[in-house]
């Protein structure tokens, strides 16, 4: 079945330990995002891939870094994992389209920080 | 810039009730507006897509409406079971470019 995996489902850092989540697709799929969520909180866009055309958010934080080395995978990088970077991190991917394509998500990496 | 508010934050019906969950946004320059659904320490699945110049979208058992002028969705879900209980958020999509603006969804529990 075509879908969005995450890997790891869980991920425990320590505090300023870099740490990679990683993203792979089997949708061919050309749009790819990441989202952070946070407890009972809506998920907010930290950057998507167009093809190979990164987009950065205004306000996602330097901090995070994101690698698309082809179609199938993204990584988001933590350069220095904070405790309040605790959080759910959720692959999506999309068809490019003009607006109205459904994305498709992952089941999401939860991130501890010690 | 958007924010979109969903109320109320958790809700409780008894199975085989109709409800509405409301989703309101500031800016209704949208392109347009999807509902999704989360189960607990899940990723997110989509369910409805309304384009800015459609008034509802439907699917089985649910049927999501858009009014931009006075910017409000509604998702109803007729006949409610067990099964639909799980976080049901809204995203509205301002440029077009698929980059969404979540609110922080309405948490429903269904009562067998």
């Known amino acids: 079945d075509a879908m969005v995996i995450q890997n790891p489902r869980y991920q425990v850092t320590q505090f300023g330990k870099p740490v990679t989540l990683s993203c792979s697709q089997t949708l061919n799929h050309n749009v790819m995002y990441w989202y952070q969520q946070k407890s009972s909180q809506a998920p907010k866009l930290l950057f998507h891939y167009y093809d190979k055309d990164f987009n950065n958010e205004a306000d996602t934080p330097d901090n995070f870094q994101s690698r698309r080395p082809n179609t199938s995978f993204c990584f988001l990088d933590i350069r220095s994992p904070g405790l309040g970077d605790a959080a759910m991190y959720l692959c999506?991917?999309?068809?490019?389209?003009?607006?109205?394509?459904?994305?498709?998500f992952g089941p999401g990496t939860r991130l501890l920080v010690l | 810039k958007q924010e979109v508010t969903q109320i109320p934050a958790a809700l409780s019906v008894p199975e085989g009730e109709n409800l509405v969950l409301n989703c309101s946004f500031t800016d209704s320059a949208i392109y347009n507006l999807q509902w999704f659904r989360q189960d607990p320490g899940k990723g997110l699945t989509s369910l409805l897509l309304?384009?800015?110049?459609?008034r509802e979208q439907t699917s089985g058992r649910l049927n999501a409406s858009l009014d931009k002028s006075s910017g409000r969705s509604t998702l109803y879900i007729a006949a409610s079971q067990p099964g639909d209980s799980a976080t049901y958020l809204c995203?509205?999509?301002?440029?077009?470019?698929?980059?969404?603006?979540f609110g922080t969804g309405t948490r429903l529990t269904v009562i067998p």
């Open positions: 999506a991917t999309s068809r490019a389209g003009q607006g109205g394509e459904t994305q498709y």
């Open positions: 309304i384009q800015s110049s459609q």
């Open positions: 995203a509205s999509d301002q440029t077009g470019a698929n980059n969404l603006f």
